[in-house]
């Protein structure tokens, strides 16, 4: 058992107050996937409105912290030593789909500090990540730990795979052929902040994939290193906010899944 910090309930309370809104669309969303309407214009309201939400939730705990959502872009506070990274709904397309699988995220960046305090989310299963730096990671109210698995062989791995518009396929291809011959398995998810909060509750063993934004990457990263494990970009570099390439996994494998995208140019 673990007590939230103000800051974290500040944080966990503005996810909660969206996630209302969120899943009362998920229920229409179905019947609009039924009724052959427009849901993809459907999914940006419920985007912008969840953003909205948590913006005024934040700015009136955290007054003059900077802002950097998927759908309102950067803001500039007063207080420019603190940044707010959201993203109101990862998972879009499984959301757009009806497909129960998504989540919102909100990280907290401190000037000189990296990210600090994380949430990501999930209004479904009502599974709340979060992690504080130097505080550990948790589950709602259980402790998170990365798994202890030290061989490729018994692990499953999670990605993302490169769709219409978006990514390097050729890469992503070479990648895959690397790594699925090696492994236990490979899974695709469709909601990047899930892959990294599950790498971080030791479901998934590891996790790659390239052509992401920072918001998508934020909070994950804090729950996976608090939770003992490594992150770094696909070049095994700290950069992984600015490169948006992502490498995690435990200590024992994230050098083993780096070697092998390696292998992969």
Same mark, same amino acid.
């Given at each position: 058992?673990?007590?939230?910090?103000?800051?974290?309930?500040?944080?966990?309370?503005? *996810?909660?107050?969206?996630?209302?809104?969120?899943?009362?669309?998920?229920?229409?969303?179905?019947?609009?996937?039924?009724?052959?309407?427009?849901?993809?214009?459907?999914?940006?309201?419920?985007?912008?409105?969840?953003?909205?939400?948590?913006?005024?939730?934040?700015?009136?705990?955290?007054?003059?912290?900077?802002?950097?959502?998927?759908?309102?872009?950067?803001?500039?506070?007063?207080?420019?030593?603190?940044?707010?990274?959201?993203?109101?709904?990862?998972?879009?397309?499984?959301?757009?789909?009806?497909?129960?699988?998504?989540?919102?995220?909100?990280?907290?960046?401190?000037?000189? *500090?990296?990210?600090?305090?994380?949430?990501?989310?999930?209004?479904?299963?009502?599974?709340?990540?979060?992690?504080?730096?130097?505080?550990?990671?948790?589950?709602?109210?259980?402790?998170?730990?990365?798994?202890?698995?030290?061989?490729?062989?018994?692990?499953?791995?999670?990605?993302?795979?490169?769709?219409?518009?978006?990514?390097?396929?050729?890469?992503?291809?070479?990648?895959?052929?690397?790594?699925?011959?090696?492994?236990?398995?490979?899974?695709?998810?469709?909601?990047?902040?899930?892959?990294?909060?599950?790498?971080?509750?030791?479901?998934?063993?590891?996790?790659?994939?390239?052509?992401?934004?920072?918001?998508?990457?934020?909070?994950?990263?804090?729950?996976?290193?608090?939770?003992?494990?490594?992150?770094?970009?696909?070049?095994?570099?700290?950069?992984?906010?600015?490169?948006?390439?992502?490498?995690?996994?435990?200590?024992?494998?994230?050098?083993?899944?780096?070697?092998?995208?390696?292998?992969?140019?």
């Amino acid at each position: 058992m673990s007590t939230q910090s103000a800051l974290l309930k500040v944080m966990s309370d503005a *996810a909660r107050k969206a996630a209302r809104g969120l899943n009362r669309d998920f229920g229409e969303l179905a019947e609009l996937q039924v009724a052959k309407k427009a849901p993809a214009d459907f999914v940006s309201a419920a985007d912008l409105k969840a953003e909205q939400v948590i913006f005024e939730a934040l700015s009136k705990a955290r007054p003059g912290y900077s802002f950097h959502g998927e759908e309102r872009g950067r803001i500039e506070g007063t207080d420019k030593t603190h940044t707010w990274i959201v993203d109101p709904l990862d998972g879009t397309t499984n959301f757009l789909h009806a497909i129960p699988h998504f989540a919102i995220n909100i990280a907290l960046e401190r000037e000189g *500090a990296g990210v600090v305090a994380a949430v990501t989310y999930n209004p479904i299963t009502n599974e709340l990540f979060w992690a504080e730096k130097g505080k550990g990671a948790f589950v709602n109210d259980h402790r998170l730990r990365v798994a202890a698995r030290q061989r490729m062989d018994e692990a499953v791995f999670a990605t993302g795979i490169p769709f219409l518009g978006h990514g390097q396929h050729a890469t992503f291809l070479k990648e895959l052929h690397q790594i699925s011959q090696r492994v236990a398995g490979v899974r695709r998810f469709g909601a990047a902040s899930l892959d990294l909060a599950w790498v971080a509750a030791g479901r998934f063993d590891g996790y790659w994939e390239r052509d992401l934004k920072p918001w998508d990457l934020a909070a994950g990263m804090l729950l996976v290193t608090e939770a003992g494990g490594k992150v770094t970009d696909a070049d095994g570099e700290d950069a992984v906010l600015g490169k948006g390439s992502v490498v995690a996994a435990n200590l024992d494998l994230h050098p083993q899944l780096l070697s092998r995208l390696t292998a992969a140019k």
